[in-house]
């Protein structure tokens, strides 16, 4: 009886030192990491993995609400979705999980370290670009005093979701130039028709008629007379002892 009593005593303290050499405790069992690869961005704060994280490869990003571009695209939903894509699509992070590591649409939670905990915490970036709201729910809370600073320096500055006009802050745009129209300092160019001149018509003159015989009043055939003039007409050009002949 003794011995058995030695014997239950010596486990029972085995056991408790093993507890205290090498505790093992759920929260300690939350708190790792996971190195993996971006393969897809869903949208602002959900992305594709690889490998497989709790079961699944689908990761939603903790303590962060961006605006939604499925059922009802909202201001700087695709914004967000864009800065997502560029800043972790095909590169290597790290998961870093908290207390509850899947929520109830069975996607894996975690902050993601870019590339690595030394790093930047990407959920943080979101939140300070004006990208996203601070969302955060028990027990997953960890860095939810940097979110709040991150979110209030956004506020300030106005950018992303805090704007006026949510995102148009984001991007400046450069106005395009404006082409002035060209000017001259010609005179302009007149065409005026040219002047119409009159001539007057050319004068021409005639020469008198040949003398006719009917004009020296001369009978038509035989001799005729002379003209009144002394001449013959053309008719009887030949003189003979005061008449004409032919």
């Given amino acids: 009886m003794f011995a058995a009593l030695v014997l239950v005593s010596g486990l029972m303290l085995r056991l408790a030192l093993q507890d205290v050499v090498d505790p093992t405790t759920p929260a300690q069992a939350q708190t790792d990491t996971q190195q993996v690869r971006v393969t897809d961005v869903v949208d602002g704060d959900t992305i594709d993995v690889s490998p497989q994280v709790e079961g699944t490869d689908r990761v939603r990003l903790i303590g962060v609400d961006t605006p939604e571009v499925f059922g009802g695209e909202e201001p700087c939903g695709p914004e967000a979705s864009d800065f997502t894509t560029e800043q972790l699509a095909g590169e290597n992070v790290t998961l870093e999980f908290d207390e509850d590591r899947e929520d109830p649409y069975g996607r894996a939670l975690a902050y993601v370290w870019v590339p690595d905990l030394d790093g930047e915490l990407f959920n943080e970036t979101l939140v300070g670009e ?23 320096q956004a506020k300030d500055e106005s950018v992303g979701v805090w704007a006026t006009d949510p995102c148009t802050s984001l991007e400046p745009t450069t106005p395009e130039p404006t082409i002035p129209e060209p000017t001259s300092s010609l005179p302009p160019i007149t065409t005026s ?18 003398p006719t015989i009917l004009d020296g009043g001369g009978p038509e055939n035989g001799t005729a007379p002379l003209m009144p ?18």
Avoid: Q
Wanted: some cysteine; glycine content about 6%; overall charge negative.
């Fill in 130 to 152: 004006g990208y996203a709201e601070v969302s955060t729910f028990e027990p997953n809370v960890r860095y939810e005093d940097r979110f709040l600073a991150a979110e209030s």
């Fill in 193 to 210: 028709p040219p002047p119409i001149t009159t001539s007057p018509p050319p004068t021409t003159t005639s020469p008198p008629p040949e």
């Fill in 229 to 246: 003039d002394g001449g013959c007409p053309v008719e009887y050009p030949v003189e003979r002892a005061n008449l004409c002949y032919r």
